[in-house]
C-alpha cells in the first residue's frame, strides 16, 4: 500500500536498521512473537527512542497492541488482544475514521472505510492525550496520540488507502 503511495519502504529487523527512517510501520502480526523478537535484537530502547524524538509511527492490529502500555509503552493505551473473538470471529466492518479525508476541499464527512479486523485487539483504556478516531460496538479501534496512528484493523487488505495516506500526511 505504502509503494503504491510513492513511498520509500523497508524492512526493519535490527536497530541499526532504523537509522535514516521518516516513519514507522509496526504492522499486524502475532504480538508474542513480535515481542520476542524485539527482545531477542534489543528493539525496544531504540524504537522508543525515535518514536520519542517524533518520528511517525503507522501501528496496525499487533501494531496497535505493541504501542501499548503494556509493549512499547508509547501511547497512553490498553489494548485487549484478541477483543472480538478468536479467529472464526473474524470479520469486515464499513466504519468511520474521524479525520481520514484530509482533503480541504472535500468538506463533507467522511465516507465509511471498509476494515478487515482478525483476531482483532481493541482499545480497553486510554489516556486524555489518546484522541479516539472510530470505534466497533462502542469499542475503540483506531486513534491518535501526537504523531502515532494505531488501528485496529487491517487497512492493507482492501483498496482503501486513507489510513496509510494519514499515516504520511504526519512526515
Known amino acids: ?5 510513492n513511498a520509500r519502504v523497508r524492512e526493519v529487523r535490527v536497530p541499526g536498521d ?3 527512517l521518516e516513519g514507522l510501520v509496526i504492522p499486524g ?9 524485539i527482545e531477542r535484537e534489543g ?3 531504540p524504537l522508543w527512542n525515535i518514536v520519542k524524538e517524533g518520528i511517525p509511527v503507522l ?10 502500555r503494556d509493549h512499547l509503552g508509547l501511547m497512553d493505551m490498553r489494548a485487549e488482544r484478541n477483543a472480538f473473538g478468536r479467529q472464526l470471529r473474524s470479520f469486515e466492518a464499513d466504519i468511520d475514521v474521524r479525520g481520514i479525508d484530509r482533503n480541504p476541499t472535500h468538506p463533507a464527512p467522511s ?5 478487515v479486523f482478525i483476531r482483532a485487539p481493541w482499545i480497553a ?6 484522541d479516539v478516531l472510530a470505534e466497533v460496538d462502542g469499542h475503540p479501534v483506531a486513534a491518535r496520540e501526537g504523531k502515532m496512528l494505531a488501528v485496529a484493523f487491517h487497512a492493507e487488505l482492501t483498496d482503501d488507502d486513507r489510513v496509510h495516506r494519514l499515516f504520511l500526511s504526519a512526515m
Open 111 to 115: 465516507r465509511p472505510l471498509r476494515a
Open 59 to 68: 501501528g496496525s492490529c499487533a501494531g496497535l497492541i505493541m504501542l501499548d
Open 125 to 130: 483504556e486510554h489516556g486524555p492525550a489518546v
Open 29 to 37: 502480526g502475532e504480538s508474542t512473537t513480535m515481542t520476542l523478537g
Open 43 to 45: 528493539l525496544a530502547e
Open 18 to 20: 532504523l537509522e535514516g
Open 1 to 5: 500500500m505504502l509503494r503504491g503511495l
